[in-house]
Nanobody, 120 residues
Framework: QVQLVESGGGLVQAGGSLRLSCAAS????????MGWYRQAPGKQRELVAAITSGDIATYADSVKGRFTISRDNAKNTVALQMNSLKPEDTAVFYC??????????????WGQGTQVTVSS
């Protein structure tokens, strides 16, 4: 059973911080690329940050300098530290795991999403 369980979402004022965490089970975590996506009302789901199995991180331009993604392979978790939050960051945030098979094929798993609301 594959599960991605998110925590840390909530309501925060502009300029504040939140830390999201995603706990994975049922996958070989250290071999998986991980990411955080978000979807705001009326908008397409977008990649916020990703971190490869080799610990290489990438970010959307809109969050560079404010968000930091990290992973803990010993705990099978990936986190997203969000600082200097803006109202436009308000969205449902989703944890993503991209697993790789021996054949080279990949498969994506998704968490249920957690709401982040930033008020002004």
């Amino acid at each position: 059973q594959v599960q991605l369980v998110e925590s840390g979402g909530g309501l925060v004022q502009a300029g504040g911080s939140l830390r999201l965490s995603c706990a994975a089970s049922g996958i070989i975590f250290r071999f998986s690329d991980m990411g955080w996506y978000r979807q705001a009302p009326g908008k397409q789901r977008e990649l916020v940050a990703a971190i490869t199995s080799g610990d290489i991180a990438t970010y959307a331009d809109s969050v560079k300098g404010r968000f930091t993604i990290s992973r803990d392979n010993a705990k099978n978790t990936v986190a997203l530290q969000m600082n200097s939050l803006k109202p436009e960051d308000t969205a449902v945030f989703y944890c993503n795991a991209r697993t790789r098979w021996l054949t080279g094929k990949t498969y994506d798993y998704w968490g249920q999403g957690t709401q982040v609301t930033v008020s002004s």
